[in-house]
């Protein structure tokens, strides 16, 4: 279960949310249109061979401190022009470095 969100242009893809993604942007202040935007044009993306999904990031504004901070998104692949959104967290360069990132 889940809903979209985003643009239905070609070179925009369509953002699906699980339910337990949009509760936890909710508990970590995360904006669903900053998910949409980084998703569609992150800093890097990679793919997570041990738990099979995707990883990418970039940078948002975090309205809680009101700061811009790397936001980290795990989603389930690209299939027909659109994505699943599995969860979404802040994160340091470290633990971009940790999970695998490299353009840091």
């Known amino acids: 279960m889940g ?12 953002v699906i949310f699980t339910d337990h993604a949009r509760s936890r942007a909710v508990d970590r202040g995360i904006d669903e249109n900053e998910i ?9 993306e990679i793919f997570d061979q ?4 995707f990883k990418c990031y970039g940078q948002a504004m975090d309205y809680y401190i009101k700061q811009t901070r790397y936001l980290m998104i795990v989603h389930s692949g690209k299939f027909n022009n659109s994505v699943k959104i599995i969860t979404s967290m802040w994160i340091d360069p470290q633990g971009l470095q940790f999970y695998g990132f490299n353009k840091i």
């Open 50 to 53: 041990k738990n099979s999904n």
């Open 36 to 44: 949409v935007r980084i998703v569609n044009n992150p800093i890097e």
């Open 3 to 14: 809903s979209s969100l985003g643009s239905t242009q070609p070179n925009r893809l369509r």
